[in-house]
């Protein structure tokens, strides 16, 4: 696929239908979206709205991910909570499997910097059950590079360094583990894009996602309003090789439009 075939866009919470008629009309191929709430959450697909939605993607090429929520702790420990946990990840792979999705983006979860070896323990095991279980249904689960909190922050992320993303990747090896690079969250941490790209290379990447910031806080920027230069990343990605998705995540769907334009430019 080309380059431009490949470069689609979070529509989060709005309604998949909706997001899906966009793409048709704008031949936007690839749409990474949440199933928390409102009328794509979890238990809203009938067999009947999953076959719909499979026909709109196979009549017009459009693949499909799923995004869990980094609200919801994969790092949990407490009970009850902690089984609520694996049953969410378990949800979001049975939807993945009906819909024939791409992926779906996953997290390491969060800590308080109390029970911080715990909580990256729970956060590591829970993945490898969810693993599991991906592979027995054919799915693909992505771990997103989460972004770095202030350090006087209450709440950190996970998985938001090279060191800490390599600590889930180095302990589940398996073809059904893959990565979301997320360029505007590493873009937040000293090792940088470059840095990301250095340790794990492209092999493991189902989705590159973009957004812009000035190196300092997590915002989603359109392209150019941050520090980020996205010419040199789509460079970089392509002539490594890198032939998966794109996922813009910024702006109003005009921004996106616009925005595509100018990186398809950027990898000819």
Known sequence: MSLAQRIGYDSGAT??????????THGIPYLDFGADGGPNRLDNWSNPRVQAVREICQNNGISLSLHT???VNIAEVSPFVSEAADQYLQGYIDLA?????????????????SQLEARKSASLERLKRAVDYAEQQGVVLLLENLNFEPEDAEV??????????RFYFDAISSANFG????????NLVPEGIDGFLDAF????IGEVRLADNLGVKEVHLNPGQGNI???AVFRRLESAGYRKFYTMAFGSLQDKLAARDAFVAYGL
């Open 15 to 24: 309604n998949l239908e909706d997001s899906l008629e966009f793409a048709v």
């Open 69 to 71: 929520s980094s609200g």
């Open 97 to 113: 499997r009906r819909l024939g999705c791409h992926g779906v983006v996953v997290h390491g979860g969060y800590h308080f910097s």
């Open 156 to 165: 950190h992320y996970l998985a938001h360094t090279v060191e800490e993303c």
């Open 179 to 186: 990565w979301a690079f997320t360029i505007n969250h590493a």
């Open 201 to 204: 290379g492209i092999d493991r």
């Open 229 to 231: 230069d996205f010419e």
